[in-house]
T-cell receptor, first 112, second 114 residues
Framework: AQSVSQHNHHVILSEAASLELGCNYS??????LFWYVQYPGQHLQLLLKYFSGDPLVKGIKGFEAEFIKSKFSFNLRKPSVQWSDTAEYFC??????????FGGGTRLMVKP | DADVTQTPRNRITKTGKRIMLECSQTKGHDRMYWYRQDPGLGLRLIYYSFDVKDINKGEISDGYSVSRQAQAKFSLSLESAIPNQTALYFC?????????????FGSGTRLTVV
């Protein structure tokens, strides 16, 4: 991916609501896409990644993402969020030199 | 022990002071990176190193310098700190050629320049 964009900068949900965070990438050859999560005061941790094969990728903590090639999207989803999902979420894609390009992040707040 | 260790975790410094942030890793990765994180701006790459002799500027290298002392160590220096360098700084590592498999991040250094 040569560039990655996240359109939702802040999202506020109530517990048990469904989550979908948008991520779009620009095509740059082989597509490798990632979602990272940063809990308050912590470092970035890998949630899930897509390399090839099944476009629906399941990650940790009940998160999943779907790679839709025709839409250049890799949206993150969770059917029912919990207060503990409050965090900042970053989409990333592989770019030149096997380096990752990060989106601007989406801050999710889940109200109890 | 953490795979990627950053020191210090928090630092307050005065304008004009020189400060060094350190990063060490036990992953055995060839590649190391320094990012800064600012609210609403995500992660921006400052410098990266593909091996000890290969150091490159990222998108926001002005005002920063780096040193790759060994495969496991990559330091970031602010030669003369200014208030707009107040940010959260992250070090990350990855395998050469397998960088696409993802990065391992340190816990970050919160730097405040007053």
């Amino acid at each position: 991916a040569q560039s990655v964009s996240q359109h939702n900068h802040h999202v506020i949900l109530s517990e048990a609501a469904s989550l979908e965070l948008g991520c779009n990438y620009s095509y740059g050859g082989t597509v490798n896409l990632f979602w990272y999560v940063q809990y308050p005061g912590q470092h970035l941790q890998l949630l899930l990644k897509y390399f090839s094969g099944d476009p629906l990728v399941k990650g940790i903590k009940g998160f999943e993402a779907e790679f839709i090639k025709s839409k250049f999207s890799f949206n993150l989803r969770k059917p029912s969020v919990q207060w503990s999902d409050t965090a900042e979420y970053f989409c990333a894609g592989r770019g030149a030199g096997n380096m990752l390009t990060f989106g601007g992040g989406t801050r999710l707040m889940v109200k109890p | 022990d953490a795979d990627v260790t950053q020191t210090p975790r928090n630092r307050i410094t005065k304008t004009g002071k020189r400060i060094m942030l350190e990063c060490s890793q036990t992953k055995g990765h060839d590649r190391m990176y320094w990012y800064r994180q600012d609210p609403g701006l995500g992660l921006r790459l400052i410098y990266y190193s593909f091996d000890v002799k290969d150091i490159n500027k990222g998108e926001i290298s002005d005002g920063y310098s780096v040193s790759r002392q060994a495969q496991a160590k990559f330091s970031l220096s602010l030669e003369s700190a200014i208030p707009n360098q107040t940010a959260l700084y992250f070090c990350a590592t990855s395998d050469a050629g397998q960088g696409a498999r993802g990065y391992t991040f340190g816990s970050g250094t919160r730097l405040t320049v007053v």
